[in-house]
């Protein structure tokens, strides 16, 4: 019966994307520039902007929330635009029917840092790779910035270890590509559950407190993430302006992310008590997930 509970569920869950997907924001990425570009960073030099386009695309479209118009079209339909409020003889709005929102923005921050540990007979290094960029998603139609982001990423991306006479290292292939990659992801996530909130859609009791069924999968969620299980209270309200500033918010509960699917994820609960579902789900940025880094897992108890 449970196993027939949770083919229902996954069958759900494909069919509510189907249905979605019919609907869904039209997102056009333009270009995203660099201010961080040098002669010292000549290998990095032309392919940080386009690898992180291209990689933040991907992400956006796995999120299956949105529909990503071609970059070859962009500049089509932003001339068509202009041509609009060229010869238009009226004072009607212009409207780019093909897209509803664009994503522009810039990388500000590229670089990487050494932490070293010395004594008189070893010493230890790590390698800390740095990325940030600055994201701006404009509505079309108005004009409007509706969401602004920044997203700083770090990333160990080498360690070595050296005495009198031993050395080790361990160095990631590509740290460029695998932190820019960690910055489209979280990016894309930033973007898509501030209209899609990450939920808790169904909780099934199929192992000592699993699972939790949530309504991302491996576009923006990772073995190992944390997520806090939140309930919604009373709205808080600016008392000057009268803009509604969001919700008071209650912890229920700490998930563990323990099985990322294209569609959806599965996560235990590791603090808390056992969610209902329907629960907003919110990262926990006071936690790194071990798959963040190359620090190998602790061997023995922690001192």
């Not at 070595?160 to 080790?168: A, C, E, F, V």
């Not at 590509?174 to 990016?187: E, F, G, V, Y």
Request: glycine share 6%; proline share 2%.
């Amino acid at each position: 019966m449970t196993h027939l509970r949770i083919s229902f569920f996954i069958l759900f869950i494909s069919l509510s994307l189907s249905i979605q997907s019919q609907n869904l924001p039209i997102i056009a990425i333009t270009k995203i520039t660099s201010s961080v570009d040098s002669s010292s960073w000549l290998d990095y030099k032309n392919s940080k902007s386009q690898n992180f386009e291209t990689m933040l695309e991907t992400q956006l479209v796995k999120t299956k929330r949105f529909k990503i118009i071609e970059r070859n079209r962009i500049n089509e339909i932003l001339s068509e635009q202009i041509l609009q409020g060229e010869f238009s003889q009226n004072d009607t709005q212009m409207k780019v029917g093909a897209v509803d929102y664009i994503v522009y923005g810039s990388i500000t921050k590229f670089g990487s840092k050494k932490k070293k540990i010395q004594t008189s007979g070893i010493s230890v290094t790590k390698l800390i790779s740095v990325f940030g960029v600055d994201l701006k998603v404009v509505d079309v139609l108005t004009g409007e910035i509706v969401k602004s982001e920044t997203v700083d990423i770090s990333l160990e991306t080498g360690s070595g270890t050296n005495t009198d006479s031993y050395g080790i290292s361990d160095v990631l292939a590509d740290p460029l590509s695998d932190i820019q990659r960690s910055a489209a992801k979280t990016s894309a996530a930033l973007i898509a559950e501030s209209i899609f909130p990450i939920k808790l859609i169904s909780w099934q009791d199929e192992l000592k407190n699993c699972c939790a069924y949530i309504n991302y999968g491996d576009a923006i969620l990772t073995n190992g993430d944390i997520l806090l299980a939140k309930q919604k209270g009373s709205s808080i309200i600016d008392p000057d302006t009268g803009i509604a500033l969001g919700s008071i918010e209650t912890t229920l509960s700490k998930l563990e992310v323990i099985e990322v699917l294209p569609n959806f994820s599965k996560a235990k609960v590791i603090d808390g008590k056992k969610p209902a579902g329907g629960e907003i789900l919110r990262f926990d940025n006071t936690t790194i997930p071990a798959n963040k880094s190359l620090q190998r897992e602790r061997l023995g108890k922690k001192i």
